[in-house]
């Protein structure tokens, strides 16, 4: 229908919000695209502009996934898988910009915004996985590789066979996204945050 339609629309565009080019420019009058690993991403923006920059890119980042996620809930539209199409069109959004000609983010956080919004109890499953290996490595890109595979794995635990297929899809965008990282990560010259024992050894 024509609700349907509009509020996919609004999805696309709630997940095409470019929070770190925005804050990049708005408080510190540079693109972010231009600094760092060029990623206008949660992750470049802590590394670039510090921590409280990089945890409000990654809140509205999560947020956007979670909103649109719940999109067909809040509007009572029926089929409680509607919130895996809307949260794949966020992604896609955050992924695909059109603010950004069609440029844009990794998918990691919007990725977690979805997981929020669509199982709570799926989400502290995968809080429970990314934590400790985030911790441990101190490499984004890495812990977003490892976790979406290991997040692919445990859905099976929910039977829900909308979400392991959602996992599955992106499963393959993450390490589309990350083609860069992967091949700094063999190079052994992949950024790294500045917490964590990897960091701190
Ligand atoms: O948030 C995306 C992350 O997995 C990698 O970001 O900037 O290290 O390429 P970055």
């Known amino acids: 229908t024509i609700k349907i339609a509009l509020l996919l629309i609004l999805a696309y565009l709630l ?3 470019p929070t770190g080019v925005i804050v990049g420019k708005v408080f510190f009058h540079k693109d972010i695209r231009k600094l760092g690993s060029g990623n206008p991403g949660s992750t470049n923006t802590f590394r670039t502009f510090g921590p409280v920059a990089g945890m409000s890119v990654l809140l509205v980042d999560v947020l956007k996934g979670t909103l649109a996620t719940l999109l067909p809930a809040i509007f009572h539209l029926g089929p409680h898988p509607l919130g895996i199409l809307f949260g794949m ?3 896609l959004g955050h992924t695909f ?3 950004l000609d069609f440029k844009g983010g990794k998918a990691v956080a919007t990725t ?3 997981i929020l919004g669509y199982n709570l109890a799926f989400f502290c499953v995968c809080a429970g996985i990314f934590f400790p290996i985030l911790f441990i490595t101190s490499i984004m890109s890495l812990t977003a590789m490892l976790c979406i595979t290991l997040f692919f794995i445990f859905s099976f635990l929910f039977h829900d066979p909308y979400l392991s297929s959602m996992m ?3 499963l393959i965008l993450i ?3 990350h083609k860069s990282n992967i091949i700094r990560l063999k190079n052994g010259t992949e950024n790294i945050i500045p917490f964590g024992i990897y960091y701190w050894l």
């Open 15 to 17: 997940g095409s919000f």
């Open 89 to 91: 069109v966020a992604i």
């Open 97 to 99: 910009s059109i603010f």
């Open 112 to 114: 977690a915004g979805f």
């Open 168 to 170: 599955f899809v992106l």
């Open 175 to 177: 390490f589309n996204r």
